[in-house]
C-alpha cells in the first residue's frame, strides 16, 4: 500500500512512511522523476512534497507517490570523503561501550560509509545512517553548553558533523575542518550539482582519518 498523503496547507503534501531509509528513498525517487515540487525534503519518517503551483501537480505527486515501493532501487549519492582527526573528547567513553580501544573506534568508524538519511536541527547538518545498531551510543545526559564547529559525534545509531558551533548531546569523536554550509554553493531543484549543504541527503559519506 502506496503512503498516504496529507495536505499541509494549500500548496504541500506530507507523505508518511516507515522510517528514515524509506523516507530517502522516496525522495530519491521523487526527484528523480522530476516532481513538480519546489522543495522535497525527507525527515525521520516522513516527505515533504512543498510547493505545489496547483491541483495538477498535486494529483502528479499522489500518482508518483502510487507509484513509489521501497523496494524500487535508486541510485548511490555521490562519495564526500571528510578528513578527521580523532581527538574527541568522548573517544575513550565510546571505545569502552564498544569493547575497544581508541584505535579500534577509528577503524570501525573511518570503515564504514554512511549515507546522508535527512538533514535538520542546524543548516548543513546531516543525519547519517550506516552505523550497526549494536555500536548505538545514547546521547549524554547533560549537553555541553557549546560544540565547535567541526565536531564529529554519536548519537544513538546516528553520525553528525557539528556545520557550526552550538550546544549539543552527542558523543564527540573527532573533528573536521570540511564546511558543511555554504550558501554560495549552487545546486538546482532536482538536485543536480552540489548546493549549499555538502552532505544533501543521499550523499554518501566517509571519513578519513587525517
Not at 26 to 38: E, G, H, M, T
Not at 123 to 144: E, I, K, M, S
Request: aromatic share 8%; glycine share 12%; charged share 20%.
Amino acid at each position: 500500500m502506496p503512503p498516504s498523503l496529507l495536505p499541509v496547507g494549500p500548496t504541500a503534501l506530507l507523505a508518511e512512511v516507515a522510517d528514515a531509509g524509506q523516507a530517502l528513498s522516496l525522495a530519491l525517487f521523487a526527484r528523480a522523476a522530476a516532481v513538480p515540487a519546489l522543495e522535497v525534503v525527507p525527515a525521520a519518517a516522513t516527505v515533504l512534497f512543498d510547493g505545489l503551483a496547483g491541483p495538477d501537480d498535486v494529483a502528479a505527486v499522489h500518482r508518483l507517490v502510487a507509484d513509489w515501493s521501497p523496494a524500487v532501487p535508486v541510485a548511490e549519492g555521490d562519495l564526500v570523503e571528510l578528513p578527521t582527526t580523532y581527538d574527541g573528547a568522548d573517544l575513550d567513553d565510546v571505545a569502552e561501550r564498544w569493547g575497544t580501544d581508541r584505535d579500534g573506534v577509528v577503524a570501525r568508524h573511518a570503515g564504514t560509509t554512511f549515507v546522508a538519511a535527512f538533514c535538520g536541527f542546524a543548516p548543513g547538518f546531516a543525519y547519517l545512517d550506516g552505523l550497526p545498531a549494536d555500536l548505538a551510543v545514547p546521547r549524554l545526559d547533560t549537553p555541553r553548553t557549546r560544540v565547535p564547529a567541526g565536531s564529529v559525534g554519536l548519537a544513538g545509531a546516528w553520525c553528525g558533523v557539528y556545520p557550526t558551533g552550538s550546544p549539543g548531546g552527542w558523543r564527540l569523536l573527532g573533528r573536521t575542518d570540511a564546511v558543511l554550509w555554504d550558501p554560495a554553493r549552487a545546486g538546482d531543484r532536482e538536485g543536480r550539482g552540489r548546493g549549499p549543504a555538502l552532505l544533501a541527503p543521499g550523499t554518501r559519506v566517509r571519513f578519513v582519518p587525517a
